[in-house]
């Protein structure tokens, strides 16, 4: 199982490669909305690749409370320890 550091480090790749977001911008309190402009159809395709990563499939209602980077790390870890 992946640790936080290894899911953050994921999902932060996974923001620049799909969303071409500066890594710059990225941090556990960066909001996904406010600060990294991820709109709803961008964290569709961002729960999508979190399933294929992880081979999980996240519930809806779990992605619905994530705010911040850290919060989709908090999220996947769950998701991982099930």
Do not use: C
Not at 9 to 14: F, L
Not at 16 to 40: C, G, K, N, Q
């Amino acid at each position: 199982m992946m640790d936080k550091q290894e899911i953050y480090t994921w999902i932060a790749q996974t923001l620049v490669d799909t969303f071409e977001t500066d890594p710059a911008r990225i941090s556990l309190e960066a909001r996904l909305y406010d600060d990294l402009d991820i709109d709803s159809i961008d964290a569709v395709d961002l729960v999508v690749k979190l399933q294929k990563h992880t081979g999980k499939r996240m519930q809806p209602e779990a992605f619905k409370t994530v705010r911040t980077v850290g919060d989709v790390v908090d999220a996947v870890h769950q998701l991982l320890k099930q």
